[in-house]
């Protein structure tokens, strides 16, 4: 989920200096791997300071055009946080999304006309190489969402023809929303078997279980509902592929009107502002806590992520991947 060069021999100085990433599947801190996603907009003191936690920067984001047919381009900052990360030794993937700013929200007809399509598949697929290879990129991270059932082959054919025109060496992970059955799974447009065999890495994103339009107050990626997403993907996925999803965020429930997203440390703010008290549930590995004029928060924190750590190692997966950089807390 970055200018000019400057003289010659500086030039060359900084490349000698600059530690080589890891290749994808290496191990990092502990001996798992950890993915973070990062905004475009993030100072790249963000990575500096969370680095020693991961192994994967994967920097938002492409966008996909409306008719299907084509991407954004990439943007400065993108290309900075890409050799922030590359500066810390850590591997980068520049993410190609179809959510949409004039939405607000993931766009499922543009998603349509790409996977529909085999000659748009295969040109921007084409189009996310050439960003990659000139690019401070060792990947590709494919975010796209509200995947329509009769669009689950095409979602295997665009990840296919993305490793196809990638250099070998480059990597192609997908995001997966979480599901407790397999038949979840296939109801989302997802066709895991398929998928699997053409990606190097498959980000399981099990948070957003709740969200204040489109359920009551609840946490946002209970550890129950988690176990069960990873042992429904598992027949289909090998585990050293998957990665588990953390949220680095929460949210409130006012009860006269929508909620919104929090960060930890706002929902601490928020708590402590209020005279509240806050109680971490041990069972969904969250913090709740309902303010004086009825706001139920959740959240997710540096505690309920070393959780999800844990339960990541028990079920021997590859690693976790937390959204995001800038909203969690620190990782360590």
């Known amino acids: 989920m ?30 798992r791997e950890a993915t973070a996603w990062i905004l475009p907009s993030a100072a790249n003191r963000l990575v500096a300071r969370n680095a020693a936690d991961l192994t994967t920067l994967s920097v938002v984001g492409i966008g996909l055009h409306s008719d299907g047919a084509g991407v954004s381009p990439e943007t400065k900052d993108m290309r ?15 993410l190609v999304s ?40 060792d990947g ?44 979840g799974y296939r109801r989302h447009g997802y066709r895991l078997a398929g998928l699997a065999r053409h990606v190097d890495v498959v980000d ?44 680095g965020y929460g949210y409130t429930w006012p009860t006269d009107r929508t909620g919104r997203t929090v960060s930890p440390r706002r929902a601490r703010e928020l708590v402590r ?6 109680t971490f549930r041990r069972r969904a590995g969250e913090w709740t806590a309902t303010l004086s004029d009825g706001t139920v928060l959740w959240w997710s924190d540096a505690r309920s992520y070393r959780l999800r750590v844990e339960l990541a190692d028990r079920l021997g997966l590859r690693g976790t991947a937390i959204w995001r950089l800038g909203s969690a807390d620190p990782l360590s």
């Open 140 to 183: 590709v991270n494919v975010d796209l969402e509200r995947v329509r059932r009769t669009d689950a082959g095409g979602l295997v054919a665009f990840v296919t023809a993305l490793q196809r025109a990638l250099p070998a060496e480059r990597s192609v992970s997908i995001d997966v929303s979480a599901s407790s059955t397999t038949r």
């Open 204 to 247: 399981l994103m099990a948070y957003d279980y709740s969200g204040p339009t489109w359920s009551g107050p609840g946490p946002i990626g209970p550890l129950p509902w988690q176990r069960a997403s990873v042992r429904a993907v598992l027949p289909k996925v090998p585990a050293s592929k998957v990665q588990l999803g953390v949220a």
């Open 98 to 137: 179809n959510y949409s700013n004039r939405l607000g929200d993931f766009d499922p007809r543009a998603l349509h006309r790409l996977l529909s399509h085999p000659q748009r598949i295969r040109q921007v697929a084409a189009r996310m190489a050439r960003i990659v290879r000139r690019g401070p990129w």
């Open 80 to 94: 900075r946080l890409g050799r922030a990360g590359h500066r810390h030794g850590l591997a980068t993937e520049v």
């Open 273 to 278: 502002q209020d005279g509240a008290d806050a």
């Open 2 to 31: 970055k200018r000019t060069l400057p003289a010659v021999l500086g030039a060359l100085l900084a490349v000698a200096l600059v530690p080589a990433p890891p290749a994808p599947g290496a191990a990092g801190p502990g001996g």
